[in-house]
């Protein structure tokens, strides 16, 4: 895992985008996004320091996903066009590396929107990621375009983004979130 602020060059999604200066676990803490390294062999399956977190935050479904062409099929371009709009999610949710790699981007607020910032996050094996339920972020693979993931759910095994908008700027999740976190000057 390595955080940074992305730099906002117009060019392709899937490759660094690496401003050069780093972002904190303790900024991404701020932002209710928490990171633990859990290693995993390849092809291993989801190991008990999962299981743990997951149990302890009181999660209940899961899946494995795998986003790649051979993965998603007929999905591909759809999936990876959406995965990569700006969107929030109503549920906490944790993201598990078990191969490959690939960003997630995740929005830091600001009072006023041309001041926000997008942090990309480097995922790679053995990457645990929490992502609050109200945070913007989007996903993308990288250049090796091929990323294993378990998604974790509290409750259904759902996956609804709302893209963001004038009804995410007002949902409740969005609300909650903004609350819940420090307020950023
Ligand atoms: C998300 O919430 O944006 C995703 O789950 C992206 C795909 S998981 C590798
Ligand atoms: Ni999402």
Request: charged share 30%; hydrophobic share 30%; aromatic share 10%.
């Amino acid at each position: 895992m390595r955080a940074y602020y992305f730099d906002d060059e117009p060019t392709d999604q899937r490759l660094p985008h690496d401003s050069g200066e780093e972002v904190s676990l303790d900024t991404l803490d701020q932002l209710g996004v928490l990171y633990w390294s859990i290693p995993v062999a390849e092809g291993e399956s989801i190991p008990s320091g999962v299981d743990a977190i997951a149990k302890e935050r009181g999660y209940k479904n899961r899946d494995v996903i795998n986003v790649s062409k051979e993965g998603l099929g007929d999905l591909y371009e759809t999936k990876i066009k959406s995965f990569f709009e700006e969107h929030m999610h109503e549920d906490e949710e944790i993201r598990y590396i078990l191969g490959g790699s690939g960003f997630f981007d995740v929005r830091k607020h600001a009072p006023h929107p041309n001041q926000e910032r997008w942090i990309r996050i480097l995922c790679e094996q053995g990457d645990l990621l929490v992502l609050p339920s109200g945070i913007y972020h989007r996903f993308t693979l990288d250049t090796n375009n091929k990323i294993k993931a378990a998604r974790l759910f509290q409750d259904e095994p759902k996956w609804i983004p709302h893209n963001r908008g004038p009804q995410t700027d007002v949902n409740p999740y969005r609300a909650d979130y903004l609350s819940a976190i420090q307020p950023i000057s």
